[in-house]
């Protein structure tokens, strides 16, 4: 990327403008940072997105004769920034999904509703956000030492005496030392909760070998704890983790060579590390699927029978288990016996659900039964994939364990709890 320097305006701005677009095509908010940039800039979006097969196939980056656009999908709004100078596309990225973040944090969904039902408090938060074109406040505790989350009893009481949500102090945390957290913290409980959530992404061919599997993890912290604590996280395994990412209170230093998360927390809830565990280190494969689906010539049915078991899951019990199939168009009902939990075939969307619940080992979940087919049509052409969620708890299916939790700097002791879930992310077999 080009050099610009540091003292030219030109150099000095990194977003410029942000639109937020919904599926219709409508730019329904808008925030500039100095000049106000045309909305017709959107009309390269537009394109792009007209050309895209699906929304998330827009690419992230689009160049235009006098701009980059650059953004990201998130519940069902788009999130498009105007960029004038080249800067990293993923700075601009990430920075995007603090927002979105930020919006589901405060106003506990990021949807079109709840951002035009609080847009003076949007509005403030990206004016904290980002100065001058650049990141500044990004993380929640201290946005909300600022900017206070909305309640329905003070947004009434401010349209009554016309005051805003700007607190009148600057929060201490920015006065401290370290910018991600308020100083003076004070909790009578002491209290620290890790969370490791893994979702496991495969694609299993028919015979049941992998053909791709990958685990995606984080780690998120609800840290109520008084003063300035040190904490250093150990975990018995910490090499299994490939592409890690860290929330920036992490020292990068010690995690290099000791593979110890050592940092001052956030106050409140945050997400510590992301991280993923690729099929190199031969990622356990949770359920299996015994299959038979099969589609006769020159008749009008076909046969359907599936079975879902455990695999290797440390003695945790497989829950939540949902199956859905797209099944060929040809396919007009389906007539099948569940042994377990209940299905239903949409006969316009041609989708098959079975919702199983729990597996039990002794008696595996099956579901049997006939396929009727239009008369006359061609037998399918190859058979669907079936699509598995399913969820474990207190299990991280990569095997990650935290072996402990140390606090220096403060003389209190604190509670301390880790949870485990690991949940399937797209985990598809073909039959």
């Excluded at 909305?150 to 607190?167: A, D, E, F, Q, Y």
């Excluded at 049997?368 to 087919?373: A, E």
């Amino acid at each position: 990327m080009r050099n610009h320097p540091a003292g030219s305006e030109q150099g000095r701005k990194m977003i410029h403008s942000l639109f937020l677009i919904n599926c219709s095509g409508d730019i329904f908010l808008e925030k500039h940072w100095k000049s106000v940039v045309s909305q017709s800039v959107c009309d390269y979006f537009f394109e792009a997105q007209e050309k895209a097969i699906d929304v998330e196939n827009v690419p992230p980056v689009i160049s235009t004769p006098h701009h980059y656009l650059i953004s990201i999908y998130r519940d069902k709004i788009f999130f498009v920034s105007v960029i004038q100078t080249e800067v990293p596309p993923l700075f601009v990225i990430e920075f995007l999904h603090r927002v979105a973040d930020t919006f589901q944090d405060y106003f506990g969904e990021c949807s079109e509703t709840a951002i035009k039902d609080n847009v003076v408090i949007v509005y403030e938060l990206l004016e904290e956000m980002l100065d001058n074109g650049f990141p500044l406040a990004t993380e929640s505790n201290i946005l909300k030492e600022l900017i206070k989350p909305p309640t329905i009893l003070r947004s009434v009481v401010n349209s009554i005496t016309g005051s805003s949500n700007v607190g009148d102090t600057l929060p201490t945390g920015q006065l401290s030392n370290i910018p991600w957290r308020r100083a003076g913290v004070k909790y009578t409980n002491n209290e620290a909760y890790f969370d490791v959530i893994e979702e496991i992404d495969a694609i299993i061919d028919k015979s049941g070998s992998t053909v791709f599997a990958e685990i995606q993890g984080v780690i998120d912290s609800c840290i109520k704890l008084s003063g300035m604590p040190d904490l250093s996280l150990s975990f018995m395994n910490p090499r299994l983790l490939d592409d890690v990412s860290f929330h920036p209170c992490i020292r990068f230093k010690r995690w290099e060579s000791e593979r110890v998360l050592s940092f001052i927390p956030p106050d409140g809830n945050f997400r510590l590390i992301s991280y993923r565990v690729s099929s190199q280190n031969l990622v356990a494969i949770p359920v299996y699927v015994k299959h038979m689906i099969s589609f006769k010539e020159n008749t009008s049915s076909g046969r359907f029978d599936v079975t879902i078991g455990p695999k290797q899951n440390m003695g945790k019990t497989v829950e939540g288990v949902v199956m859905t199939v797209h099944m060929p168009k040809a396919v007009l009902n389906m007539n099948l016996t569940a042994t377990q939990g209940s299905y239903t075939f949409d006969p316009v969307t041609k989708v098959l659900t079975w919702d199983v619940g729990k597996i039990t080992p002794q008696k595996l979940p099956n579901l049997k039964g006939i396929v009727n087919l239009q008369s006359g049509a061609p037998k399918p052409e190859e058979n669907p994939s079936l699509n598995i969620q399913f969820k474990i708890q207190q299990l991280a299916i990569s095997g990650l364990k935290v072996n402990r939790l140390d606090m220096y700097g403060e003389k209190y002791k604190p509670f301390k709890g880790v949870k485990y879930i690991t949940k399937a992310g797209k985990f598809q077999v073909r039959t």
